[in-house]
């Protein structure tokens, strides 16, 4: 693979890095308000799953950042991306119209989201990578 293709992963991985770390450090910041959104979905122990999905997020936007455990990260923020398009975003008619588009603008996100991790997964995250450092990446 070439020079240019490995920074233009590189670029891809800050990309998809972003929305995750600043996710997890905001749920971070304001436990109370993720606990309240996790709570109105049913889920039991909001306040205890409000800080495990900040901290998930943000150690997982982290390490697709430097490209550490890619291929484990990559699946695992897939199916977070499902699992968060199904539980909190996929019952459209729950409020006002703008809410239920929202909703669905959320669920194509997600949607595509995990599809992009799924790509990083299975094609790894490019020799500009603590992956590709540890000898945990072939780089083709």
Request: proline share 2%; net charge positive.
């Amino acid at each position: 693979m070439s020079n240019t293709n490995n920074a233009i992963i590189l670029v891809a991985r800050v990309l998809l890095s972003f929305m995750f770390i600043l996710a997890g450090f905001g749920k971070l910041a304001d436990a109370a308000g993720t606990a309240g959104m996790i709570a109105g979905a049913g889920l039991p122990a909001s306040t205890a799953l409000a800080y495990f999905a900040g901290a998930f997020e943000l150690v997982a936007g982290l390490a697709v950042l430097v490209g550490f455990q890619t291929k484990i990260v990559g699946w695992l923020l897939a199916g977070f991306c499902i699992f968060t398009a199904i539980l909190f975003h996929l019952p459209y008619a729950s409020g006002t119209e703008l809410v239920n588009i929202l909703n669905q603008i959320m669920v194509m996100k997600n949607v595509t989201l995990a599809g992009a991790y799924i790509f990083l997964a299975t094609f790894g995250p490019g020799i500009y990578s603590l992956d590709a450092r540890r000898g945990a990446y072939a780089a083709a």
